[in-house]
């Protein structure tokens, strides 16, 4: 057993009552300092410092002097099969669709080793950072399903213990229902993925639509996770959608969707009837910070004669979906990093610190500063369905992230303090991969 002393958590990650402020402790400084105990894998005990005395003797004990300490962080939303691909396939100019056309070409070169590579240097970047689980969607289809599940398949046994892969089965709705379902259900079964997915788009047939994908899901035994409304439209209503379908069908799964950003524009009576619906269904909302503001709300002015772009002209909007308003509601809220490298963003690290505090700044998590860690921690363990995951309680993976930093406003400061991580009983090895080694890989 190894007792660590004098641990800052975060209230949002600590069980009842610990997760409770203490009168007069301030209210800019939401967590507790506690001693924790590891014993193997899990974590045996947590106490407020200086009441443990009926702990059972440990073998180590090691005294953190009162600095933050993280449980291992969560990554609810990314594409490993489209990650490091910006070198060969740059969207310098782009907004959503001309990048996901530059993605459909680069898709040609998404061998099962291709993507292994460059799924497997995420991999090992997401732990070096100190994250303990991942949900990745990969594209399904008749062009590059078979060989990025297969390689997920790899990715997931080899990580077993470290991070626990999790998969969706991400495909166009055109394409499902395109004569591609069988094929696509199918490569679902075999992998034995986490989640179906998908990006429905905004038509008279969505109702049936997501009828016909919950009935498959349901074949499958497992819940759904939707890329929806990823766009300024206001009459983008597929997460409404989704949660009437949700009612219509009793589907007994778990629902998440992704983005939402078009819930942003809407009336303000319109987005409280669709939250209550959200909250009815049960589904949980991730919101993608990240990439949707550097995605949403591109604009440019008049294309000179001969050329391909207008000038750039300075965003108006930017595509933060409702997240105080879910809080408010009681529905499951969570941030993920979403693309890494790619068309669609050109830079990110599987990096879940650099997305808690960026949503922290751009969605004003710091008017619920006690909550805001749930959105890298508990929030994605819900969704995920990880019980115990993102807390430091009883039975919960004895994986931590431990900063050097003692107060949260000093990590929301200086995100790039040094972090130390504990994995079961010891403290571990964290070395990122060096982005040199991409230049030994195949060109094309």
């Known amino acids: 057993m190894h007792l660590l002393r004098r641990a800052r958590i975060p209230l949002a990650c600590l069980p009842a009552p610990l997760n409770r402020a203490k009168e007069g402790s301030p209210p800019?400084?939401?967590?507790?300092?506690?001693?924790?105990?590891?014993?193997?894998?899990?974590?045996?005990?947590?106490?407020?410092?200086?009441?443990?005395?009926?702990?059972?003797?440990?073998?180590?004990?090691?005294?953190?002097?009162?600095?933050?300490?993280?449980?291992?962080?969560?990554?609810?939303h990314t594409h490993l099969d489209k990650c490091h691909t910006w070198d060969r396939a740059p969207g310098v100019h782009s907004d959503f669709w001309e990048s996901l056309g530059l993605l459909h070409a680069d898709s040609v070169l998404w061998t099962e080793e291709d993507v292994y590579r460059r799924a497997e240097f995420a991999m090992r970047t997401t732990w070096a950072?100190?994250?303990?689980?991942?949900?990745?969607?990969?594209?399904?289809?008749?062009?590059?399903?078979?060989?990025?599940l297969a390689a997920m398949s790899r990715l997931r046994a080899e990580w077993a213990g470290r991070v626990e892969l999790q998969v969706v089965s991400l495909f166009a709705f055109k394409d499902f229902f395109g004569g591609a379902a069988d094929h696509i259900v199918a490569l679902a079964a075999k992998h034995k993925v986490n989640a179906m997915g998908g990006f429905p788009q905004p038509n008279p047939d969505l109702p049936r639509q997501l009828d016909s994908i919950m009935a498959a899901a349901r074949e499958l035994g497992i819940g759904l996770d939707l890329h929806v409304d990823e766009s300024d439209l206001v009459a983008a209503e597929c997460l409404r959608a989704t949660a009437e379908a949700v009612l219509r069908n009793q589907f007994p799964y778990p629902v998440?969707?992704?983005?939402?950003?078009?819930?942003?524009?809407?009336s303000p009576e319109r987005a409280r009837e669709t939250i209550a619906l959200v909250k009815e269904a049960g589904i949980g909302i991730i919101s993608l910070p990240l990439t949707n503001l550097h995605l949403q709300g591109r604009a440019r002015g008049p294309v000179a004669p001969g050329a391909?772009?207008?000038?750039?002209?300075?965003?108006?909007?930017r595509g933060l979906t409702l997240i105080h308003e879910f809080v408010e509601a009681g529905v499951t809220v969570a941030c993920g990093g979403d693309n890494v490298r790619d068309a669609f963003?050109?830079?990110?690290?599987?990096?879940?610190?650099?997305?808690?505090?960026?949503?922290?700044?751009l969605a004003h998590l710091d008017t619920r500063l006690a909550f805001s860690p749930a959105v890298v921690t508990t929030g994605p363990a819900a969704i995920m369905g990880l019980p115990g995951f993102g807390l430091v309680a009883p039975g919960?993976?004895?994986?931590?992230?431990?900063?050097?930093?003692?107060?949260l406003y000093s990590l929301l400061a200086r995100p790039s303090t040094p972090r130390r991580f504990v994995h079961g009983e010891e403290f571990r090895e964290a070395l990122l991969p060096s982005f040199d080694e991409m230049d030994a890989w195949p060109k094309a």
């Open 345 to 361: 963003i050109g830079w990110g690290d599987f990096d879940m610190v650099e997305v808690y505090v960026e949503s922290v700044r």
């Open 129 to 148: 950072h100190g994250t303990r689980a991942l949900r990745t969607h990969i594209d399904t289809n008749f062009r590059t399903g078979v060989g990025s």
């Open 256 to 266: 998440a969707c992704g983005h939402n950003c078009s819930l942003s524009v809407q």
């Open 396 to 407: 919960s993976p004895a994986d931590l992230v431990v900063f050097e930093a003692r107060k």
């Open 308 to 317: 391909k772009f207008g000038a750039p002209r300075t965003p108006q909007w």
């Open 28 to 76: 800019l400084e939401p967590w507790r300092e506690c001693d924790v105990l590891l014993d193997g894998d899990k974590v045996a005990s947590v106490r407020e410092s200086g009441t443990g005395a009926g702990d059972a003797p440990a073998t180590r004990v090691t005294d953190l002097g009162g600095v933050l300490v993280f449980p291992g962080l969560l990554e609810v």
